[in-house]
Each structure stands twice: as structure tokens, then as C-alpha cells.
């Protein structure tokens, strides 16, 4: 059974930094696209960086220059760091796994299956 449990989350300053953790589990055959969402209030899921069993990665025009993410040599933890947030950073991260098809990371991110494996999230509030 997929796994997938987000960390990291909290309520910092504008212009401070958060990194987040989301530890896959269950992943047993194949490879497997990580990445990165988030949900703001009132406002549709939308993807932040996705990142590919061989660490090719994506960042979403909200995420680069600011954001970096990253996954261990094993595979089973994909990190995001977090610089200079902004209040419009403010969501819900979810992190999430496709089984590597013929998509691309870029793919993943900016066209998300809804029957992808999700996390249940970590609450990100930036405040200035």
C-alpha cells in the first residue's frame, strides 16, 4: 500500500524559509514521479515541482528562483525547499507519486492525475 506522509509545514514570516519532507513508502515496483502541490483558500490545487526517479526536476513558474526540490538516493523522501515565502505561498502542500509513464515531470506538475498517490498535506502560512 502507497504511503505518503507530508512534514514541515507551519506559519513563518514573509521572507523566511520552510523546508518540507514527504516520506513515500510502498513504492515497491517501478519508478515512480514525485512532486510537489499546493491548494491556496478558495483557489484550485496547482503544482510546484515534480521531480523523476532519476532526479530530472520541474519547478512551476511560482517556484523558480525560490523553490528547490529534491529526493534521496533511495528514492523515498523528496524534500522541498523554501525561500524568501511570500503571503501568496499560503496553502496546503500535497505531496503526490505517478508511476513514470511516457510523461515527463513537467507533465506531472502542470497536468496532475487525479488518481496519482496524494499525501494528506501540511499547512504552509506565510504572513507579512
Known amino acids: 500500500q502507497v504511503q505518503l506522509v507530508e512534514s514541515g509545514g507551519g506559519l513563518v514570516q514573509s521572507g523566511e524559509s520552510l523546508r518540507l519532507s514527504c516520506a513515500a513508502s510502498?513504492?515497491?515496483?517501478?519508478?515512480?514521479?514525485l512532486g510537489w502541490f499546493r491548494q491556496a483558500p478558495g483557489k484550485e490545487r496547482e503544482g510546484v515541482a515534480c521531480?523523476?526517479?532519476?532526479?530530472?526536476?520541474y519547478h512551476t513558474d511560482s517556484a523558480k528562483g525560490r523553490f528547490t526540490i529534491s529526493r534521496d538516493d533511495a528514492g523515498n523522501t523528496v524534500t522541498l525547499q523554501m525561500h524568501s515565502l511570500k503571503p501568496e505561498d499560503t496553502g496546503v502542500y500535497y505531496c503526490?507519486?505517478?508511476?513514470?509513464?511516457?510523461?515527463?515531470?513537467?507533465?506531472?506538475?502542470?497536468?496532475?492525475?487525479?488518481?496519482?498517490?496524494w499525501g494528506k498535506g501540511t499547512l504552509v502560512n506565510v504572513v507579512s
Open positions: 521531480i523523476s526517479s532519476f532526479s530530472r526536476t
Open positions: 503526490a507519486a505517478e508511476a513514470a509513464t511516457d510523461r515527463t515531470v513537467q507533465d506531472m506538475c502542470e497536468m496532475p492525475w487525479a488518481n496519482n498517490y
Open positions: 510502498g513504492l515497491t515496483t517501478g519508478y515512480y514521479h
